[in-house]
């Protein structure tokens, strides 16, 4: 599982996940549980490099044969103008949306990928989701589409909020930030029907009033950027101890990777794994594609529009 975190302040946003996949298998009951947790995977992506403009993802770990990470990579062959069937997904520096990018990605996830891969499979399918955001070409601030992919069956992308707002989205394990931020677990609403018998109807309403008031209002439009980007880290780090120490498969670990994402900054890797160096790795009578990330490296290593 996971936890994937959008944040959005006046000055650009910041996205942070941990970097743990569970590995499923069937109970003797027939209830899917963890037989394996890995802590390396990748769940914070940039969609085009030198772009503004990322990804995050949650839920199942791959499609078929080929896990998130790498189709994300085969995506932004695509968006960079380097998979000569598909010239025209490029993503062009003067007209580029991220509206255009999130549809983009559940064209190729979903529509070429999933339908294909699960179009038959007998048991029930796998949960996927995806937060694509970042800066539109000439915009001022931020966009933030989510992708929900539960069952076999796609919503989104939908806006998360109007461009002009700010705030923050959660997803994969919410527990332990919905008892912090929002002051209640998932769990209560169908408690209170069950237990006292409250109405559905009545529960909407008293959800909807009672919410407000207690929610933590831990997100300012006027924010620094390095204060969001160490509130991200917080509550990543919140959920992978709250994973550690509740019953079951801690499925919420690893290092976390945060990605920050400004107007005049760019993509900004502030942590990431690595599971290589240059110094092993020679480069030497081969050029990639693309320059392996850096901490430091981000839009400021301008890329030459194809």
């Given amino acids: 599982m996971t936890i994937a975190i959008c944040l959005k302040i006046n000055d650009g946003l910041v996205l942070a996940a941990d970097s743990a996949t569970a590995i499923l298998g069937k109970a003797p009951t027939g ?3 963890a037989i394996n947790v ?3 995977a990748n769940k914070v992506f940039n969609l085009r490099k030198s772009f503004p403009i990322g990804a995050i993802t949650w839920g199942a770990g791959s499609i078929g044969q080929a896990s998130v990470s ?3 990579k085969d ?10 069937d598909h010239n025209h997904w490029k993503l062009k520096s003067d007209a580029y949306t991220v509206e255009q990018a999130a549809n983009r990605l559940k064209e190729f996830v979903y529509d070429d990928l999933y339908q294909k891969e699960f179009k038959d499979f007998p048991h029930q399918k796998p949960d996927l989701g995806f937060i694509v955001a970042g800066y ?3 915009a001022s601030m931020a966009d933030e589409f989510q992708i929900d992919i539960q069952n076999g069956l796609c919503t989104g992308p939908r806006r998360l909020r109007k461009r002009e707002e700010i705030g923050m989205t959660w997803a994969g394990e919410p527990e332990a930030l919905n008892r912090l931020i ?3 677990s998932p769990m209560l609403p169908g408690l209170l029907q069950a237990q006292l018998s409250v109405q559905p109807a009545q529960m909407a309403q008293a959800m909807a009033n009672i919410l407000p008031l207690i929610q933590l209002p831990v997100v300012l439009p006027a924010m620094p950027l ?3 980007i160490d509130l991200a880290e917080f509550m990543v780090d919140l959920t992978v101890k709250f994973s550690r120490f509740t019953p079951g498969a801690p499925t919420v670990g690893g290092p976390i990777e945060i990605a920050a994402i400004s107007k005049h900054e760019g993509f900004r890797w502030i942590q990431r794994k690595y599971y290589f160096t240059r110094e092993l790795n020679p ?3 081969f050029k990639p594609k693309y320059e392996p990330d850096k901490p430091d490296q981000g839009v400021g290593d301008k890329e030459k529009d194809k």
């Fill in 136 to 138: 539109s070409a000439g």
């Fill in 182 to 184: 929002l002051g209640q």
């Fill in 75 to 84: 995506l932004r062959e695509r968006f960079t103008g380097d998979d000569p």
């Fill in 70 to 72: 790498t189709i994300i």
């Fill in 226 to 228: 390095q204060d969001a």
């Fill in 31 to 33: 209830q899917l549980v």
């Fill in 283 to 285: 480069e030497e009578g």
């Fill in 38 to 40: 890995y802590n390396n």
